[in-house]
């Protein structure tokens, strides 16, 4: 039950980057920009995730899951600062 | 700390909602507050992996709503889309 969450998580993060990349592609909306940057984020924490505790238990990947998480949100609110008023 | 971030993207969300009155925008806000929850959650939950499911599931829940509010725009048709980024165009 666990690995098929964690496995949905990355699936499910990894769609939404990819989805809100092609609505970048099509309208070039800064908003989009950052927040398909942000889920690309999130899919490799995801990713991350799934190969801890799932592919290789024994490394502790915590220090990079927590990177990447805090990287990827860092980024869509520097964006959303950034492009806002 | 990045609990705090998922905060402040899902406070931005629901500002742009309230301008815009966007769907797109409520999905994203409380999609961003869920992730918030999600990281307050398994905090607390750490030493309890019985429990940590249920924070993932928390997790996994904040992004089927991106799912849902991408698939939610793409079936509102191109004239939703001109609404969206309004608040950020307006900055330019």
């Given at each position: 039950m666990a690995e098929a969450v964690f496995v949905l998580c990355a699936v499910t993060s990894l769609a939404c980057a990819v989805l809100l990349l092609r609505g970048y592609a099509r309208n070039r909306v800064p908003l989009l920009l950052w927040s398909s940057l942000c889920f690309v984020g999130l899919a490799v924490n995801n990713l991350l995730l799934v190969v801890d505790l799932?592919?290789?238990?024994?490394?502790?990947l915590l220090v990079l899951r927590n990177l990447s998480g805090l990287l990827s949100l860092a980024l869509l609110v520097f964006g959303l600062v950034w492009d806002s008023e | 700390m990045t609990s705090a971030l998922c905060c402040v993207a899902g406070l931005f969300f629901l500002r742009f909602w309230r301008k815009t009155r966007d769907r797109f925008f409520a999905f994203f806000a409380t999609s961003f507050l869920l992730m918030a929850l999600h990281r307050m959650v398994s905090l607390y939950l750490r030493d309890d992996n019985e429990h940590l499911i249920t924070a993932y599931i928390i997790r996994l829940f904040s992004f089927v709503l991106i799912l849902v509010a991408i698939a939610d725009k793409n079936r509102g048709g191109p004239r939703k889309k001109e609404a969206a980024p309004r608040g950020m165009d307006s900055a330019r």
């Amino acid at each position: 039950m666990a690995e098929a969450v964690f496995v949905l998580c990355a699936v499910t993060s990894l769609a939404c980057a990819v989805l809100l990349l092609r609505g970048y592609a099509r309208n070039r909306v800064p908003l989009l920009l950052w927040s398909s940057l942000c889920f690309v984020g999130l899919a490799v924490n995801n990713l991350l995730l799934v190969v801890d505790l799932i592919i290789i238990p024994g490394r502790d990947l915590l220090v990079l899951r927590n990177l990447s998480g805090l990287l990827s949100l860092a980024l869509l609110v520097f964006g959303l600062v950034w492009d806002s008023e | 700390m990045t609990s705090a971030l998922c905060c402040v993207a899902g406070l931005f969300f629901l500002r742009f909602w309230r301008k815009t009155r966007d769907r797109f925008f409520a999905f994203f806000a409380t999609s961003f507050l869920l992730m918030a929850l999600h990281r307050m959650v398994s905090l607390y939950l750490r030493d309890d992996n019985e429990h940590l499911i249920t924070a993932y599931i928390i997790r996994l829940f904040s992004f089927v709503l991106i799912l849902v509010a991408i698939a939610d725009k793409n079936r509102g048709g191109p004239r939703k889309k001109e609404a969206a980024p309004r608040g950020m165009d307006s900055a330019r």
